[in-house]
T-cell receptor, first 114, second 114 residues
Framework: AQSVTQPDIHITVSEGASLELRCNYSYGATPYLFWYVQSPGQGLQLLLKYFSGDTLVQGIKGFEAEFKRSQSSFNLRKPSVHWSDAAEYFCAVGEVTGGFKTIFGAGTRLFVKA | EPEVTQTPSHQVTQMGQEVILRCVPI?????FYWYRQILGQKVEFLVSFYNNEISEKSEIFDDQFSVERPDGSNFTLKIRSTKLEDSAMYFCASRIQGSSYEQYFGPGTRLTVT
């Protein structure tokens, strides 16, 4: 079965500092990879996705992620964090079986300090 | 921009009662999903629905759960006899047909079973 691991339960960064959230996946074929953000009490917003092609993908809100097949990783980065980025971030992999479903990691809570 | 909507935003019910959670997927989407997120835990797949039938369900989706598309716009999740452990955020999602594996998530319904 496919799985997603986010090794950091929570991370604290200073406003203006760079950010990297780690994600490792387990999947037999070329994965469909996603990063979602969830603000407190809110739904899931798609930040970016990787299906194929360029391994560095750009997303909304200044986020980017890099797919590294050799490391089974899809880490999320942002060069300069804003206080409004404080939220829960979920890495996910799409599983294509009879249909399609998304398997989520446990999430990383991002705290931003002034 | 079209979006998935869910009603109600918060539902409180007593154990043993039936609840129906409602979703309006994006109008030209053909695949529909329910996920749930127990407080503090990861988002979990419940069921996928296509062409008026369930295409896949998880082990969580037991006989107390059912889904229906009663008309051309709504997609519902029914829990027949709620238990305390059904308390969670329930997310509806939809996606367009084809190889675009991007799911669009609704804002969620917070279900509290007392």
């Amino acid at each position: 079965a496919q799985s997603v691991t986010q090794p950091d339960i929570h991370i604290t960064v200073s406003e203006g500092a760079s950010l990297e959230l780690r994600c490792n996946y387990s999947y037999g074929a070329t994965p469909y990879l996603f990063w979602y953000v969830q603000s407190p009490g809110q739904g899931l917003q798609l930040l970016l996705k990787y299906f194929s092609g360029d391994t560095l993908v750009q997303g909304i809100k200044g986020f980017e992620a890099e797919f590294k097949r050799s490391q089974s990783s899809f880490n999320l980065r942002k060069p300069s964090v804003h206080w409004s980025d404080a939220a829960e971030y979920f890495c996910a992999v799409g599983e294509v079986t009879g249909g399609f479903k998304t398997i989520f990691g446990a999430g990383t809570r991002l705290f931003v300090k002034a | 921009e079209p979006e998935v909507t869910q009603t109600p935003s918060h539902q409180v019910t007593q154990m043993g009662q039936e609840v129906i959670l409602r979703c309006v997927p994006i109008s030209n989407h053909l695949y529909f999903y329910w996920y749930r997120q127990i407080l503090g835990q990861k988002v979990e797949f419940l069921v996928s629905f296509y062409n008026n039938e369930i295409s896949e369900k998880s082990e969580i989706f037991d006989d107390q759960f059912s889904v229906e598309r009663p008309d051309g716009s709504n997609f519902t999740l029914k829990i027949r006899s709620t238990k305390l452990e059904d308390s969670a955020m329930y997310f509806c999602a939809s996606r367009i047909q084809g190889s675009s594996y991007e799911q669009y998530f609704g804002p969620g319904t917070r279900l509290t079973v007392t």
